[in-house]
């Protein structure tokens, strides 16, 4: 048989496919490239398009057999199997998810630094830290010049407590790049103000703020950090802030309760936590804050209505 001749008569299916696809008609594609793999079972590329239109119609294990069948005849496709694991995520398999990426490495273990990221998110997921540790290191040996690993391992150290480690991932991290997702700004600041590094914390939560300036958490982080500098009035306004991001941010609420009892201004403290228990009627521990502040503002029966829906 003659492979290229065999290979361009389905790249002929494949072309329609796409023209299929790109005007939306999935079924029409799905037909074309169904026949493409028919007549050149290891084009690589059919079966990926061909598990677009089943991801699109949110076919999930038909589009999974698609990578199965590029895997079968290339090991080395990491995206083949990389996509398989999401989509077993999704299906909420997560033994699933590590199965298939440690059979990956098992068939090949040269794979790129963000696939043993992936492998080690989902031991994370799945609470097998020593496990994910491990594999982050990997990832860190592959490539030391990707931040990925570094942040990935300062959380790692904080989830087991081990702050002073965790400043110093997180400090790595940062010096190969300040460009980083949200929530490790947060987490360096606060493992940086654990780590007795208030200032620092103060700086690097203010970075965080300046390249997403439209995130809550960080502004109430800001916040909490700024009440222990004793910047109080300027720890107020970012609670604000916090709150006219999010509306319904409980936490900001509740804090910004907190420094307003701290500060004697009672009545706005109740306001606070009158807000954070209309969004969130559940929060029993701010149920007994409101009861302590009602008592101190002489309105002991309704203190009592709050202990009790505290208990």
Known sequence: MDIELTKKEAQVYLERGNEYQNQGELEQARECYEQAVAIFPEYTEVWLKLAEVYEAQVKIDQAIDCYQSIVQYNHSHHIAYSKTAKLRGKQGNIAQVIATLQAAISKQPERPVWFYIQYGDALDKN?????????YKKAIELNPNNSVGYRKMGNQMMQQNKIAQAVEYYDRAFALTDEQPVWVYASYSKALNRH???DKAIDICQLGIEKNSSNANLYC???SLLVQKGALNEAISNYK???RLEPQFVPA????GDLFRKVNHLDYAI????????????????????GDVLVAGGRDREAQHCYARAS
Request: some cysteine; proline content about 2%.
């Open 241 to 243: 802030k916090a709150i």
């Open 221 to 223: 982080i800001f916040a």
């Open 271 to 290: 306001k606070c936590y009158q807000k954070a228990l209309e969004i969130n009627p559940q929060a029993k521990h701010i149920y007994r804050l409101l």
């Open 196 to 198: 007795g590094s208030l």
């Open 127 to 135: 609470k097998q830290s020593a496990e994910a540790i491990q594999t």
């Open 253 to 256: 609420y509740k804090q910004l």
